[in-house]
């Protein structure tokens, strides 16, 4: 019974706990178990904490049995990305110069979970200072896609996502800075919520390099279960100004509400591959055959604009954290190296026109967002690639950089807008294909409702990579 209750979701499991057909210390088992056979090939876990997790899951099963969980998700397995601070544990943010660093404290969305009653399994992999678009560093190595474990889940977020895939866990959280957690969804086949900057309240954590353009959010199967970590993870707290802004998260269901969507195909002359291109246009035929209004169109920016203010924003903020530590570059990935020196080519007048920028695309997507309710674009313009390699080096036949594959991204982060994934038909190799869909700030839940809407009617959720183990 153990493995079978790794193919549910969180809120599966708990019908099971109220029922005291299964308990907490079973679903631990049963993750502790499928970490041991597949964590071996994914490298998606850095850090197990066995003990503490069967401590945990202990207490909770002793509240179920008395019919006093703490929430619907008390005794739920989950995973911790590892530039989150959790108590206990070692938190590395990839990098070398945190190698030995354990904190004595959660940060702040970690000790909401904790205080739910989540079982912390452990931390997940992340590529150095979480500033790369796939998952790998010197002390771990590379994660890998549980479809094909010769891929990358993609990154940042790339240990949560395939965590979740491969069934280790039903939820995790990740960080979302320029997409880290939208595009790993969608190269994995998961649901994935970049909240609007706020909603989920940030303190006591590692330095925050990127301005406040990064957030936590939930990783799931299904958006049921991504809407009842948010009832946990959202809301304001006096040590997060900007979530003073925004009210506790509410799962009222308008999914039958006709919504205004402007379907943006590409972002300029951006290659996108075929096949993305073509099943995400099938969603958006989806989405109109079921009433809503879906008008195709170009971005309503410049996303030239948005990738040079997010290499500006990368570099400042890698340089300034650097600063505490002047004698540990060597310690460095060459690709943080690099990125080292060419932050030495801007000055403090780069900085603030990169802030500017993200002003102007915050007025410019206020006013688009009086027209339409939702921007749809595809999540990721690649599908995953090789696990040692950076980045896709063309797209449909055509060179791109770095971030060729993470174009349709940043622009929310930059916007403080929240952002959904959802995945789509697979390639036809099987592999997985997302799309998003984008809200003006505070309407989190306007897209979880259309997200569920879609998910009515294709949904995902049985659809799992054929695993095996080590």
């Not at 969305?109 to 796939?134: C, M, S």
């Amino acid at each position: 019974m153990n493995d079978d209750l790794c193919e549910l979701t969180a809120l599966e499991l708990n019908a099971k706990f109220r029922a005291l057909t299964a308990t907490p210390a079973d679903a631990l088992e049963a993750s502790l178990a499928r970490i041991a056979r597949f964590n071996p090939i994914l490298n998606a876990i850095v850090t197990v904490d066995a003990a503490g997790a069967r401590e945990a899951a202990a207490t909770s099963t002793a509240r179920w049995r008395a019919s006093r969980p703490l929430s619907p998700l008390d005794g739920i397995p989950v995973t911790i990305k590892d530039n989150l601070i959790v108590r206990g544990l070692r938190a590395t943010w990839g990098s070398r110069i945190y190698e030995s660093y354990v904190p004595d404290h959660d940060e702040l969305p970690v000790a909401r979970l904790r205080a739910a009653g989540l079982i912390i399994v452990g931390k997940t992999n992340v590529p150095e200072f979480t500033l790369q678009g796939y998952t790998n560093n010197l002390l771990f190595g590379p994660a890998r896609n549980p479809w094909n474990p010769q891929l990358t889940p993609g990154g940042s977020s790339g240990g949560a996502v395939a965590s979740v895939a491969s069934g280790m866990v039903p939820i995790a959280i990740g960080t979302d800075g320029g997409g880290s957690i939208r595009r790993p969804a969608s190269h994995t086949g998961l649901a994935g919520l970049k909240p609007t900057v706020g909603r989920v309240a940030r303190a006591d954590g590692f330095p925050a390099i990127l301005y406040d353009f990064e957030v936590v959010g939930p990783i799931a199967r299904d958006l049921a279960d991504v809407s009842a970590m948010m009832t946990i993870l959202a809301g304001s707290d006096r040590r997060d100004p900007a979530s003073l802004a925004w009210p506790p998260w509410s799962d009222s269901d308008a999914s039958n509400a006709r919504r205004r969507i402007l379907y943006v195909p590409r972002f300029g002359a951006a290659p996108v591959d075929p096949e993305i291109d073509a099943s995400v246009g099938e969603a958006a035929a989806v989405l109109a055959s079921a009433g809503h209004e879906v008008e195709s169109g170009d971005a309503p920016f410049e996303i030239d604009d948005v990738a040079r203010a997010f290499a500006t924003i990368a570099m400042s903020g890698l340089a300034w954290l650097m600063r505490s530590y002047p004698t540990q570059t060597s310690s460095l990935t060459e690709a943080m190296q690099v990125m080292l020196v060419e932050s030495d080519k801007l000055n403090a007048a780069d900085y603030v026109e990169a802030l500017a920028a993200a002003d102007r695309l915050k007025r410019r997507l206020a006013e688009f967002f009086e027209g339409f309710d939702v921007l749809m674009t595809p999540t990721a313009a690649a599908l995953p690639w090789a696990a040692k390699q950076s980045h896709p080096m063309s797209i449909a036949g055509q060179p791109v950089g770095p971030r060729g594959h993470a174009v349709f991204t940043a622009f929310a982060n930059f916007a403080g807008c929240p952002g959904l994934a959802l995945p789509c038909t697979p390639s036809r190799s099987g592999l997985p294909i997302g799309f998003q869909l984008i809200a003006a700030r505070g309407n989190d839940e306007l897209l979880i409702a259309l997200g569920r809407a879609y998910e009515a009617v294709r949904p995902w959720r049985e659809r799992r990579p054929a695993l095996e183990a080590a």
